[in-house]
């Protein structure tokens, strides 16, 4: 990878963390899984599997590491999945191919290590006759330790996701909603009126109260001191989406619409942060089955960030109208906002300090999260061969409500990407990236990088896939 600076966005954003802010010149990635067997010609597979996946990353350069991106165990019963370990997931109704990133859990960060109970597909509802299916999540992980201002933080997670319409139908709805929550931990940087000698509520007998997001069931209990009356009668910092999505699918092209609400205070359930939200629009024309041409676009996504009311610049506690300064990612208990291991969980476009220009005026945890985004994602493959992606990206940002940015900055980030397959070794892909950044958010930087992929499966029991790869 070479680089005029910092690593440029479209190059390590929504890339699980893999990808260092700081120049690396080569990369060496490694992977391994196995996956539940497929069902037969008959329609039949076991009733219960198993599988693993693991991912391994060498950066070397100026910030050299090695990560574990993926070690996990996962079994299944019927439609019912277990896991546990790191699994690379994205969380909401998105399109997850060229999407600028789901807004509460956009794959920017490097996985959480969780134990995860799961109905991971949509699965009909029985008597519904397919016409009603459901899936969701429920999950308890951890916050990492190093580096981070308050420590032995637990994550909590679940979610549910609905759908109307059988699978071959041409129109379908969706709808649903996930819940995260940072809670438990300890710091020596916590002031008085946020903790008791820096400690946060730790025992398992709030759990309820944490995963059901209820007030505090031991309101007398003298270890819990929070920053006001109202958030007394919470534990943790509850945050997440409510998400709606609409499908349509045609002879020549299917449509997915989908709009993301975001919670992370008062002001959805008041109804005063509504013009806040993730909108977007992919489209996937088809291909007529025998046609060849020069070139062919397969998927525009097109999508529109905003966060920049968060129900306005005021909090009065007893008026509704005026629960605002959301402060979206940040929280006055977990100083270090929705990051791990520095990088925004959710969408990219919300920018930590480490990632803004220095003379931006500092904040711990978010330090811009009130933001107006335009973003356009194009795929297309040309001459049946060379698979190309672009991603191009337009902000103007605000900083946040207790600290703003002045002048509004505006930011434009590009991609353009190429991927060719080789008929050498069997199962080789050489990929180039070339991707910019200019204007007054980020640094400006210009970078790109040659990655020479091979995979192959192993045969076996199970059916292991294993895919080296090097980016230079």
Known sequence: MLTSGKTPFWLRANQYGTVPLQNSFMRLEAEAHADYQARDSTGYRPKMDWGYGANVIVNAGASSQVLLT???LKGRIGAFELYAGRRKEIIGLVDTLLTSGSYIWSGNALPFPKIQLALPAFTPIP?????????????????????????????HQSSFYGRIGKESWRFKFYGGFNHQVMWGGYSDHLDPGVSVNGKLPSNIKYYPAVILGIRNPFPDDQTIQTITHFEENRIGNHLGSIDLAAELDLNTVNFYAYRQFFYDDGSLFYGTNLD????????????????????????????????????????????????????????????DGWTYFGRTVGTPFLSPQSEVRPNLPPRSGIANNRVSLFHLGLTG???????????????????????????LPTQFSGLLAASIPLNILGGTEIKAMFAFDAGDLLPSSTGMFIALRKSGVLSGKKTVIVSPRSRF
């Open 381 to 407: 493959v040309l001459l049946d061969k060379i698979n190309l992606t672009t991603k191009l990206s337009v902000s103007r940002n605000a900083g946040t409500y207790p600290i703003p940015y002045p002048n």
């Open 276 to 335: 806040d939200g993730l909108n977007g629009l992919r489209i996937r024309p088809k291909r007529e089955n025998g046609l060849r041409s020069n070139f062919y676009l397969s998927q525009i996504t097109v999508e529109y960030l905003f966060t920049g009311s968060q129900g306005g610049n005021a909090f009065v506690l007893d008026d509704p109208k005026l629960r605002g300064r959301d402060d979206y990612f940040n929280n006055g208990q977990y100083l």
């Open 127 to 155: 008597f519904t006759k397919g016409v009603l299916s459901v899936m969701g999540t429920f999950s308890h992980g951890w916050f990492e330790n190093q580096g981070r201002l308050v420590q032995g933080t637990y994550l």
């Open 70 to 72: 993926e070690g996990y």
